[in-house]
């Protein structure tokens, strides 16, 4: 990953204005988020964004691109992260090694939030990015709860074919 120190603010407040992870956030708050404390990176396609067992507390919000999810005994991802969705969040929370790899699948722009830059902000931001996360958490239950329900009910048709 490579940093990009050359996005002008109002181009990321533009960013961050179409994502579902600053809703509940004022443009002054953006502006506080985006200007002084989270860094921007940019992933080239094919590139890891993390590694499985690596140790470290960074909060990754995808601003643009794809991001695949794998875990070292699967062959196939386990998803997909696009704009808006974020990866990390286990290890920025947990200060735990990555459960997860995340391949760029294109060229990917994030945004990079860690434990010291987090402590850093006002209580009112701190807390509306724990609950931007808890949000984003609780929609990607629900998605993998759906996919879930569709695989499963597949597999009952499946058995119940003649066949």
Do not use: W
């Amino acid at each position: 990953m490579l940093p990009l120190d050359k996005i002008p603010l109002l181009r990321l407040m533009e960013i961050a204005n179409r994502l579902d992870f600053f809703e509940q956030f004022s443009l002054d708050e953006r502006k506080s988020l985006l200007d002084e404390k989270a860094r921007c990176y940019i992933c080239k396609k094919g590139q890891h964004l993390q590694r499985e067992g690596e140790y470290d507390n960074n909060f990754f919000l995808i601003l643009s691109g794809e991001v695949s999810i794998k875990r070292a005994k699967d062959k196939t991802p386990l998803g997909r992260v696009n704009p808006g969705e974020f990866i990390g969040e286990g290890s920025f929370i947990a200060n735990k090694p990555r459960s997860t790899s995340a391949l760029a699948e294109s060229d990917v722009i994030l945004l990079c939030l860690d434990r010291e830059k987090l402590s850093q902000l006002s209580a009112k931001i701190r807390e509306k990015v724990k609950d931007a996360i808890i949000s984003g958490m609780a929609k990607r239950i629900v998605k993998l709860n759906d996919i879930n329900a569709r695989h499963q009910q597949q597999q009952i048709r499946e058995k119940t074919l003649p066949g």
